[in-house]
């Protein structure tokens, strides 16, 4: 019995070290989990700038689900196909202004900042920030113009190990 009470205790302290190296285990895991999720959705929101900046409609429309969409107040345009659309009809738009004479459009840049990551769940997130969209200075040493700004609010999901955006609102109401 004297042997039995002698191995119990330092049996019993084992497997409850073991219990909580499991669980710290776990919890570094799920740690490491958001850190690389948080890098990858950073790529994916740099890869949504550059799309739009480039008027690259098959790079934007890449960054969205199949029927992920972008909303601007009460104009939302949903599926990819029809980023796709809004994209090239934006660079349509601008080419057919040019070859009418009208001075070429200096680089747009889409700058996001203070932006906030909220984990709903491992598959799904919402990034919350603010953006702008600045025209680089012109000829003549015309100074770079901010053409608009406000606050956007996107929702993200990981599709088969890929994060994407679900619904981009760069005019939420609230």
Request: hydrophobic share 40%; aromatic share 8%; glycine share 8%.
């Amino acid at each position: 019995m004297k042997l039995f009470k002698t191995l119990c205790g330092p049996l019993v302290v084992a497997v409850l070290a073991a219990g909580f190296a499991a669980n710290a285990t776990a919890s570094d895991a799920d740690v490491l989990r958001e850190m690389r999720d948080r890098v990858e959705i950073e790529a994916l929101m740099w890869r949504y700038v550059r799309a739009l900046d480039t008027l690259d409609e098959n790079a934007y429309a890449a960054v969205y689900t199949e029927d992920g969409q972008f909303g601007s107040g009460r104009n939302v345009t949903k599926g990819r196909e029809a980023l796709k659309k809004m994209v090239a009809d934006l660079k349509k738009s601008r080419a057919e202004r040019e070859a009418k004479g009208e001075p070429k459009q200096p680089p747009m840049h889409h700058i996001i900042t203070n932006a906030h990551i909220e984990f709903i769940d491992k598959d799904h997130a919402r990034y919350n920030s603010y953006w702008m969209t600045v025209f680089a200075g012109g000829p003549g040493g015309n100074p770079p113009r901010v053409a608009a700004a406000g606050r956007g609010v996107d929702e993200l999901v990981r599709v088969d190990g890929q994060w994407l955006i679900k619904s981009r609102n760069v005019a939420p109401q609230d």
